[in-house]
């Protein structure tokens, strides 16, 4: 009787047994809530700001006691790619970090904050933002982020090395003849086989300096539609011209491919265009580096065109607990929560803070002239809403510009090829086009 | 259950976890991206079919795939035949009766047992432009040294130099099969006045080019389809985008990776594994043709 069975037992045993170890290797591994509690997720990037975080969820946490949160630890260099790929499979965590560079991509998942922000603008001090920190912050008139860190271009300078040189520091009516001037006296050759040291830095591998040079010399990326690239104008040349010229004719940035690595932390490396607001840790703590800012030096068209890129919290637009989520990231760019931060070397995204901050420096002497850093502000120009904006500058123009660096390319043609390949792009890919 | 069910049941018992998960985890993606070759899937959308259009666009406009491509190719004709030539010169020496023959086979085996990402970041530092130990050995010559790694005339080159560090396992199959040529045939060519390049030439090369046959088809496969080489060169250069500088190590690998999980075009990367693919199958099938020609199988 059983040998009759035995086959269709021994298939219905095997296929159960599969069943079973797909369902444990699918299973959902997160502790189960706790019974009245609403758990959020949250995503963030692994920063030396980490224990700060922690702390501000522990205090979120105990102010809340029916709302938990789960944190999710994840590496820059992969932040972007595990976001797409949780958007993709609609599981975007509640809380995300996004900044402004990411919004056009993630607007399709990111909840419109415009209600949220209208309603508790009040509570949470809308009006404390600055003004351009909060158009930044939309697109199109509404609110995606909450912004909480913010990166303006700068011009940076080693003042123990100006010192050394005679020279005075850099002043707000510098222009593009003043850098090359004072990098001329900075640069020298390395005594008694020291390696040279070099008056400017030369941003390469991204647009940080260039584009800053293009928009300068009156020149743009794209059209102000976003469907035509506009390298190949003769203001944008200009520019590009100077970006090369810097090693090429003043001889104040090293060759391509020959730029010092942590040239201004090692004092290698004088002055830095543009530079990033989150080396200022860094370069706090480094011992024998006495650094200051200033604004960026004026072009021949213009003194604005440094970046200001924000970053700070959206909204899934699929979150379940999107109340909780919004209380979490008020909280987190409250005013006290943004001076914890800008403890820490960076700028504040809130004025009361910065006026604050101003009036009293805190534990960081460096440095000195944070008015000329939040007068930045007025000057800066937030990055090009386009969803691909970031694959377009580093895969399409970025190879022409870094020829045109080898010398390969002159800055003309280096400025024709990009437009030419980013509008070839733009015809494929560019899903806003009409 | 007669004898030839219970058969047919303990095979596919026992063969069934393996059908399954290559019909599950390799012939269905596999299917999958042919189909996603055809459409524009971008991941946070539905795929939406487009014909041809990707294919047509690798061709005509991408400006990163004939880069690759040739990047690719020229990597493969300047390492294989430097990396077969290395690990058969090497295998011929590791084979003579020398004292201490084991430990000497172990140490030039070992670079094989690390990733290539470990060799890509200590090269790294080797070969940079700025205080890089290479640059600096030449400064005391008196010799400028070039940016080796951030030009984009040197950057293929240093990878060329540091991929040639994996030869240890073509080496140790040559190992194998230089052990199997007869001492006989060696003896009767010593006593009929055969020099030692005669020997090899005559005697060592034919019998031992099955062996070359795979390691070249083996290794002509993976110089197609390098990418962790190449990728973690790009990350111990801390370029913000693998491939620089101005594509000099834009492997097709790496660009395929990059379209697909960088920019999520994975239409775009589906119709580019499926060229590659295509590439693969006709050269292995072109080599085994001509392989006709120079590999004796003894037969």
């Known amino acids: 009787m059983f040998s009759r069975y035995r086959d269709a037992l021994l298939w219905f045993a095997f296929a159960l047994l599969a069943a079973a170890g797909f369902w444990w290797a699918g299973r959902r591994h997160e502790p189960p809530a706790t019974p009245g509690r609403a758990v959020i997720s949250w995503y963030v990037i692994i920063t030396p700001l980490r224990d700060l975080y922690m702390a501000e969820v522990a205090a979120f946490e105990k102010l809340n006691p029916e709302i938990e949160v789960q944190i999710f630890w994840v590496p820059g260099s992969e932040y972007n790619v595990k976001l797409k790929t949780l958007a993709a499979a609609h599981q975007l965590p509640d809380l995300f970090f996004s900044g402004d560079v990411w919004v056009s991509y993630l607007r399709p998942f990111s909840r419109d904050l415009t209600p949220l922000v209208q309603r508790d603008a009040a509570e949470f001090g809308l009006d404390d933002f600055f003004p351009e920190i909060r158009r930044a912050m939309q697109l199109d008139g509404k609110d995606y982020i909450l912004p909480e860190y913010v990166n303006l271009s700068l011009l940076y300078?080693?003042?123990?090395?100006?010192?050394?040189?005679?020279?005075?520091?850099?002043?707000?009516?510098?222009?593009?003849?003043?850098?090359?001037?004072?990098?001329?006296?900075?640069?020298?050759?390395?005594?008694?086989?020291?390696?040279?040291v070099w008056g400017s830095s030369r941003v390469e591998g991204w647009w940080g300096e260039w584009l800053i040079y293009v928009r300068q010399a009156g020149g743009k990326a794209f059209s102000p539609d976003g469907h035509r690239c506009l390298l190949d104008s003769r203001e944008a040349i200009t520019g590009l011209r100077f970006y090369l010229e810097k090693s090429s004719k003043h001889h104040i940035s090293a060759p391509a491919g020959f730029e010092?690595?942590?040239?201004?932390?090692?004092?290698?490396?004088?002055?830095?265009?543009?530079?990033?607001?989150?080396?200022?840790?860094?370069?706090?703590?480094?011992?024998?580096?006495?650094?200051?800012?200033?604004?960026?030096?004026?072009?021949?068209?213009?003194?604005?065109?440094?970046?200001?890129?924000?970053?700070?919290?959206?909204?899934?637009?699929?979150?379940?607990?999107?109340?909780?989520?919004?209380?979490?990231?008020?909280?987190?760019?409250?005013?006290?929560?943004?001076?914890?931060?800008?403890?820490?070397?960076?700028?504040?995204?809130?004025?009361?803070?910065?006026?604050?901050?101003?009036?009293?420096?805190?534990?960081?002497?460096?440095?000195?002239?944070?008015?000329?850093?939040?007068?930045?502000?007025?000057?800066?120009?937030?990055?090009?809403?386009?969803?691909?904006?970031?694959?377009?500058?580093?895969?399409?123009?970025q190879p022409e510009i870094d020829r045109m660096l080898l010398g390969e390319l002159t800055p003309e043609e280096a400025g024709r090829r990009a437009a030419a390949a980013v509008n070839a792009f733009l015809a494929t890919f560019d899903p806003a086009k009409p | 259950?007669?004898?030839?069910?219970?058969?047919?049941?303990?095979?596919?018992?026992?063969?069934?976890?393996?059908?399954?998960?290559?019909?599950?985890?390799?012939?269905?993606?596999?299917?999958?991206?042919?189909?996603?070759?055809?459409?524009?899937?971008?991941?946070?959308?539905?795929?939406?079919?487009?014909?041809?259009?990707?294919?047509?666009?690798?061709?005509?406009?991408?400006?990163?795939?004939?880069?690759?491509?040739?990047?690719?190719?020229?990597?493969?004709?300047?390492?294989?035949?430097?990396?077969?030539?290395?690990?058969?010169?090497?295998?011929?020496?590791?084979?003579?009766?020398?004292?201490?023959?084991g430990f000497w086979r172990a140490v030039y085996f070992l670079p094989s047992i690390l990733p290539q990402a470990v060799f890509a970041v200590v090269f790294g530092y080797i070969f940079q432009a700025d205080g890089g130990l290479l640059n600096r050995l030449l400064a005391l010559g008196g010799i400028h040294g070039a940016a080796w790694t951030t030009s984009p005339t040197w950057a293929l080159p240093v990878l060329i130099v540091i991929s040639l560090w994996g030869f240890g396992y073509p080496m140790v199959i040559f190992l194998g099969g230089l052990q199997n040529v007869p001492r006989e045939l060696y003896e009767a060519a010593h006593i009929d006045g055969a020099g030692a390049w005669a020997r090899f030439r005559h005697i060592t090369l034919p019998l031992i080019s099955p062996v070359i046959f795979f390691n070249v088809v083996m290794g002509l496969i993976g110089s197609l389809k390098v990418f962790d080489l190449a990728y973690a060169f790009s990350v111990a250069q801390a370029q913000p985008t693998?491939?620089?500088?101005a594509r000099a190590t834009l492997f097709y690998g790496l660009n395929l990776y990059q379209q697909a999980f960088g920019y999520f075009h994975m239409g775009l990367a589906s119709a580019m594994a499926w060229l590659l693919f295509a590439f693969i199958l006709v050269v292995t099938f072109i080599n085994f043709r001509v392989s006709r020609r120079w590999v004796h199988y003894g037969d």
């Open chain 1, 157 to 196: 300078y080693n003042r123990r090395m100006f010192a050394a040189a005679g020279l005075p520091e850099p002043t707000a009516d510098w222009t593009w003849d003043d850098l090359v001037r004072a990098g001329q006296a900075l640069t020298h050759e390395g005594q008694d086989g020291a390696p040279p």
């Open chain 1, 260 to 397: 010092p690595l942590n040239g201004f932390v090692n004092q290698r490396v004088a002055m830095i265009v543009g530079g990033h607001i989150n080396y200022w840790v860094n370069y706090n703590q480094t011992l024998g580096l006495d650094w200051d800012v200033q604004l960026l030096p004026t072009g021949p068209a213009s003194r604005s065109g440094g970046e200001l890129a924000i970053a700070g919290y959206s909204i899934s637009q699929e979150s379940r607990h999107p109340e909780e989520a919004w209380a979490l990231a008020k909280f987190l760019t409250r005013p006290e929560a943004i001076a914890a931060v800008v403890a820490r070397g960076n700028l504040s995204v809130r004025r009361s803070v910065a006026e604050t901050v101003m009036g009293a420096p805190g534990p960081h002497a460096n440095p000195r002239h944070l008015a000329a850093a939040y007068r930045q502000f007025a000057f800066g120009e937030p990055i090009p809403h386009h969803p691909n904006y970031i694959e377009i500058m580093l895969t399409v123009v």
């Open chain 2, 1 to 101: 259950m007669n004898h030839r069910r219970a058969e047919t049941f303990w095979f596919w018992l026992f063969a069934g976890p393996a059908v399954v998960g290559f019909a599950a985890f390799s012939l269905w993606p596999m299917l999958e991206s042919l189909w996603l070759s055809f459409c524009s899937y971008e991941v946070i959308a539905p795929p939406r079919f487009i014909g041809l259009q990707n294919y047509a666009y690798l061709f005509a406009h991408d400006l990163s795939f004939w880069p690759s491509v040739k990047v690719t190719l020229v990597f493969t004709v300047i390492q294989l035949p430097l990396a077969i030539g290395a690990a058969l010169a090497l295998a011929l020496l590791l084979n003579q009766p020398v004292r201490g023959r």
């Open chain 2, 242 to 245: 693998p491939g620089g500088p």
